[in-house]
């Protein structure tokens, strides 16, 4: 299996590693397993990285233009190559890290939404994605008004602005069911025979099940902006949020 060091330390660029071996996809594209890797595979609304793979022996580099899993592998697929790396070949993999940081700070952000939204309104989550430095949130509102959203974004901003710590943290799965609103999605979108659920904590204000990558404090986050909202259905509404520079 491989090694994914994220899921430990949102904060690793860089890592060697060795390649276990390589398979050609759809086009001609090359699928990469590494024994480790810093490479998010992508889950639960955050899209995957990219960055590059260097070969140490000769200083060869191949775009690595997303990744994801295939049971125990991430799989790193690299851009169009004639000749891609070779199983043994030892090889350091770089995250795109301007995307990547974007990402963990707008995932902290909606985990933030989530949490206000929760404690103060008590909507379940319907949905969700990112992409860097936006997202939106479906959430069970039966009505959603122009002044709702603003008081929404207010609080969301002091919370942020609190410099409230992220905590990561894996529990036996016993331990994490017993946790009153682990899940805050209408559906519990965990996978049946899960021994392990890892959890992100904003201490004092959420506490969710989720896999994705996060900043260790919510003052690295910055402020947001509401962006747009919208009916999705009776009782489904989407809130549109974007980190203040990237609004």
């Known amino acids: 299996m491989t090694d994914v060091l994220p899921y430990r330390d949102a904060y690793a660029r860089s ?13 001609g594209v090359a699928l990469v397993a590494l024994d480790r890797t810093v490479f998010y595979p992508g889950g639960g609304g955050q899209p995957a990285d990219a960055g590059t793979l260097l070969r140490r022996i000769d200083g060869r580099r191949w775009r690595v233009r997303t990744a994801r899993r295939s049971g125990g592998e991430v799989l790193h697929e690299l851009e169009p190559d004639a000749e891609p790396p070779r199983e043994g070949d030892l090889v350091v993999a770089d995250l795109d890290w301007v995307r990547r940081y974007l990402l963990m700070r707008t995932h902290t952000a909606l985990h933030a939404l989530c949490g206000v939204v929760w404690r103060d309104y008590g909507a379940l989550v319907t949905g969700g994605n990112m992409e860097p430095g936006a997202g939106r949130m479906d959430f ?17 901003n002091e919370e942020l602005a609190r410099g409230r710590e992220v905590r990561v943290n894996v529990l036996p799965r ?11 999605t209408k559906v519990n979108l965990l996978p049946e ?23 260790a404090n919510t003052r690295e986050v910055g402020r947001i902006r509401v962006t747009g909202y919208e009916s999705k259905g009776r009782i489904n509404k989407r809130i549109r949020i974007a980190l203040a520079e990237h609004e």
């Open 193 to 215: 025979g899960i021994t392990e659920v890892r959890t992100i904590e904003i201490v004092g204000l959420d506490l969710q099940a989720d896999g994705g990558t996060h900043v």
């Open 174 to 184: 016993e331990v994490a069911f017993s946790i009153p609103d682990l899940i805050r």
């Open 140 to 156: 069970e509102f039966e009505r959603l008004s122009g002044d709702l959203v603003e008081e929404i974004e207010a609080k969301v």
């Open 15 to 27: 890592v060697e590693a060795r390649v276990r071996g390589v398979a050609m996809g759809d086009g």
